[in-house]
């Protein structure tokens, strides 16, 4: 079973930036990653995804042109640049691996904060 570690949440003004990484314990290669996020009193949402290869990824609406996934399989990590952020991005930002062949997320990470203040 794959862990997955994430970090570089944090606290940050309204139209800044932070890059969150997610690192797994094994091969990330063999999986698509993905990127999601749950605020306070609100259902856990997708932000970003990206297939095997690093060569195919899809954002929702409410990110597209400010965040982009990417992934460094040599390193067995996946990050998430995150600009131009609003206090509406303000949530708890999970990392989340779907085998191959899988219709949902098979493994999730302990998530991290990311706060966004006006």
């Known amino acids: 079973q794959v862990q997955l570690v994430e970090s570089g949440g944090g606290l940050v003004q309204a139209g800044g930036s932070l890059r969150l990484s997610c690192a797994a314990s094994?091969?990330?290669?063999?999986?698509?990653m993905g990127w999601f996020r749950q605020a306070p009193g609100k259902e856990r949402e997708f932000v970003a995804q990206?297939?095997?290869?690093?060569?195919?990824?899809d954002y929702a609406d409410s990110v597209k042109g400010r965040f982009t996934i990417s992934r460094d399989n040599a390193k067995n990590t996946v990050y998430l640049q995150m600009n131009s952020l609003k206090p509406e991005d303000t949530a708890r930002y999970y990392c989340?691996?779907?085998?191959?062949?899988?219709?949902?997320?098979?493994?999730w990470g302990q998530g991290t904060q990311v706060t966004v203040s006006s």
């Open positions: 990206i297939n095997w290869s690093g060569r195919s990824s």
């Open positions: 989340a691996a779907k085998k191959f062949g899988s219709t949902l997320y098979d493994y």
């Open positions: 094994e091969r990330t290669s063999l999986y698509a």
